[in-house]
Nanobody, 114 residues
């Protein structure tokens, strides 16, 4: 059974940085894509960034040039580097992986204070 565990969330001031980690119970190269989504209170879950097995990446317009998704040296970790954080980035961030099925982590809270 695939498990995804996020870490790295927390409280940060506007303009600060955080790096989220997603550790998978299997090698990430078995997935067609891995990505990060977020859900703010009262809002729908939205895509933040995704990386495909082919090497392409895609970002939400609201985070382009500020966030970066990458794979770690370990074969089971994906990161989301978040720079120049804004209060509107406050949300629960979820790791997502897709192959034959779709998998979700439980999320990690990111709070950006103004």
């Amino acid at each position: 059974q695939v498990q995804l565990v996020e870490s790295g969330g927390g409280l940060v001031q506007a303009g600060g940085s955080l790096r989220l980690s997603c550790a998978a119970s299997v090698t990430i190269f078995t997935f067609n894509s891995m990505g990060w989504y977020r859900q703010a209170p009262g809002k729908q879950r939205e895509l933040v960034a995704v990386a495909t097995s082919g090497g392409s990446t895609n970002y939400a317009d609201s985070v382009k040039d500020r966030f970066s998704i990458s794979r770690g040296n370990a074969k089971n970790t994906v990161y989301l580097q978040m720079n120049s954080l804004k209060p509107e980035d406050t949300a629960v961030y979820y790791c997502n992986a897709q192959r034959n099925s779709e998998y979700w982590g439980r999320g990690t809270q990111v709070t950006v204070s103004s």
